[in-house]
């Protein structure tokens, strides 16, 4: 039987296909709370402070986990207009469970493409723990910020975080993780993913960006003119 090679949609897909209804009903506990601060040396809190700090009125998540940043939000206004992008139906539906009183649309959405939004403008786009899932190298995966950009309004901000393989203090948990958690069947595909490489690529798009680095997390925030 011939095995034929996988397409980059493939691969998208296969990055999504982890985040089961399992994985995800002990993901805040598991991933948010124990593996961040203990592995990555990077609290959920400082992901938290990025959307409490840019999260606008009119706002975007790209894989947006189970929502549990999303539920503790303060935006600038009591009815936000929130909408829910990923390839992941089942995300969609457990984030979009956990914010339902803010009645958000939800997209069904493969990021490396083009994203098809229409005339909608975001005030904030999030993609937090979102690149190092993606397959490919960091110039294929900062594709999209490429098609995110014309749906950002002017004033708005996209912001997010990743973790990283090189460039950054792993704690003495990081590194077998990392090689664990991009094995055959893990979530993860970030590997070859550095520090200097996302700066290049976020930089070379958004001179004005920050970039800050918590343990094994690079954090962005992007002003988008």
Not at 163 to 191: F, Q, T, Y
């Amino acid at each position: 039987m011939t095995t034929l090679p996988r397409t980059p949609a493939d691969e998208v897909l296969a990055g999504a296909a982890p985040y089961t209804s399992r994985i995800l009903s002990t993901y805040d506990l598991w991933v948010l709370g124990l593996v961040c601060p203990v592995v990555w040396n990077c609290p959920r809190d400082e992901m938290l402070r990025l959307y409490q700090r840019s999260a606008g009125a009119r706002h975007l998540d790209l894989g947006p986990g189970t929502g549990w940043f999303l539920e503790r939000t303060v935006f600038p206004t009591l009815t936000p207009q929130v909408t829910l992008l990923d390839l992941n139906e089942g995300v969609l539906r457990k984030a979009g469970a956990r914010i339902a009183h803010l009645q958000p649309r939800l997209l069904k959405r493969d990021v490396l493409a083009p994203l098809d939004l229409g005339d909608v403008r975001f005030d904030s786009v999030a993609m937090n723990f979102l690149l190092h899932c993606l397959p490919g190298g960091m110039a294929h995966k900062a594709t999209v910020f490429d098609h995110v950009r014309p749906y950002v309004a002017p004033g708005g901000r996209i912001f997010g975080s990743t973790v990283l393989a090189h460039g950054v203090p792993h704690g003495k948990l990081a590194p077998k993780a990392l090689r664990n958690l991009n094995d055959a069947n893990g979530p993860m595909n970030n590997a070859d993913d550095s520090l200097d490489q996302l700066r290049d690529e976020v930089l070379s798009r958004f001179p004005d960006a920050r970039i800050a680095v918590r343990g094994s997390v690079a954090l962005f925030d992007i002003p988008v003119g």
